[in-house]
């Protein structure tokens, strides 16, 4: 099957990446709302084409089923109107991880998580001996790949995960709670580190012709606010970001923050000191989107937002209604991009997303 072949379900929702562009630059008003998503799980891509999933790539080397499923996910954002197709880059990282049955309906798969309660580095003498990787180890194939198979009209977002994310997963978060008082000169160490490592990945990422965006995901918070004090991220995280987000207006590209988390102890540090251009995860529970373009829409663009709980629980009526209030209260003054509050996981009923979609689609036009 051809990577570019998959007929839009909507045929006026032509790609178009400078529709996108306007939202994330808050420069005017689109045609329309774009979407916007950080990821989408493979199952739900494969069930909106209407094809068997992909095999899971059993090494990084299989490139041949990494292949396969790269081209699903081009052919899906094109498929459902997006501007963009995501890649991620990942360094070579080992970490501790866990895993269990994935009791999701669409999933063919485990679902593996980071151990939160013990990482691969604890001390400085684990820090000395952890295997480093040195920046010509990172593999863009995956961007690579996406970026000369894009479909007309369409740029590639580039997609990390995070400062803060990499320290936690390599240290086990209770084990990074603790050593943030016990071991300062560790966690130091561990951010300059890491924070290298990711600047030379968005010299990389923010260079590529066909890069339009770059999206850091980094979890920063819970529903009672952030994971670790706001003193801390402004000590030890913050400086990193601004870093990568400095590389990336350098290329004259937006920067995008996927955040989970109350953040709104430090949304003004991620606006006026950080310089991010979006903000992406939202939950009703602590902060609706409607609320978040009510206090922050006249100085980043807010991406998302449709509480994914209620978009799992909800009938697809009733998600029409909810994206209809969302479009109504967030459209105004542009600076929207529409989606979920987190991601399309596999746990989605597709009948709920696409109704989302098709809502959007039919209301959420300009002029």
């Not at 493979?42 to 094809?51: G, Q, T």
């Not at 820090?127 to 180890?137: G, I, K, L, M, S």
């Not at 590529?208 to 979890?219: I, R, S, T, W, Y």
Request: glycine share 8%; proline share 7%.
């Amino acid at each position: 099957m051809s990577i570019q072949n998959a007929a839009p379900l909507w045929p006026h929702a032509r790609s178009d990446f400078a529709r996108l562009l306007r939202v994330l630059r808050r420069d005017g008003l689109p045609d329309r709302v774009p979407f916007i998503e950080l990821f989408a799980d493979p199952e739900v891509i494969a069930a909106v084409l209407d094809e068997p999933l992909a095999p899971l790539p059993a090494t990084p080397a299989d490139r041949d089923a990494y292949r396969a499923r790269l081209d699903q996910r081009i052919r899906f954002c094109q498929k459902v109107g997006f501007d963009y197709v995501w890649a991620g880059t990942h360094p070579p990282l080992a970490m501790s991880r866990l895993q269990a049955d994935d009791t999701a309906e669409l999933s063919r798969v485990k679902r593996g998580w980071v151990n939160e309660s013990e990482g691969v580095i604890g001390s400085m003498a684990d820090f000395e001996a952890y295997p480093w990787p040195r920046p010509e180890d990172v593999d863009y194939f995956e961007l690579e790949y996406v970026a000369n198979n894009l479909p007309d009209g369409m740029r590639v977002i580039a997609t990390t995960a995070g400062v803060l994310e990499y320290v936690m997963w390599l240290m086990g978060y209770a084990p990074f709670a603790v050593a943030l008082y016990d071991q300062p000169e560790l966690i130091e160490a561990m951010f300059q580190r890491i924070g290298d490592l990711m600047a030379s990945i968005y010299a990389t990422i923010c260079d590529h012709p066909k890069v339009g965006a770059v999206f850091l995901g980094d979890d920063m918070g819970h529903r009672g606010g952030t994971m670790v004090h706001p003193d801390h991220l402004r000590r030890y995280v913050f400086p990193r970001q601004r870093r990568l987000v400095q590389t990336a207006h350098e290329h004259g590209l937006p920067f995008l923050l996927h955040s989970c988390g109350d953040l709104r102890a430090v949304m003004d540090d991620l606006i006026d000191d950080v310089g991010i251009d979006g903000k992406h995860s939202f939950e009703d529970t602590y902060l609706p989107v409607t609320e978040a373009k009510r206090l922050y829409g006249d100085r980043v663009a807010i991406l998302g937002g449709v509480d994914v709980d209620f978009l799992v629980r909800s009938d697809p009526e009733q998600v029409r209604a909810y994206t209809r209030r969302v479009l109504e209260a967030c459209m105004p003054g542009g600076g929207y991009a529409f989606g979920t509050g987190n991601s399309v996981a596999n746990y989605i009923p597709v009948r709920n997303y696409l109704a989302m979609l098709d809502e959007a689609i039919r209301v959420g036009i300009y002029g």
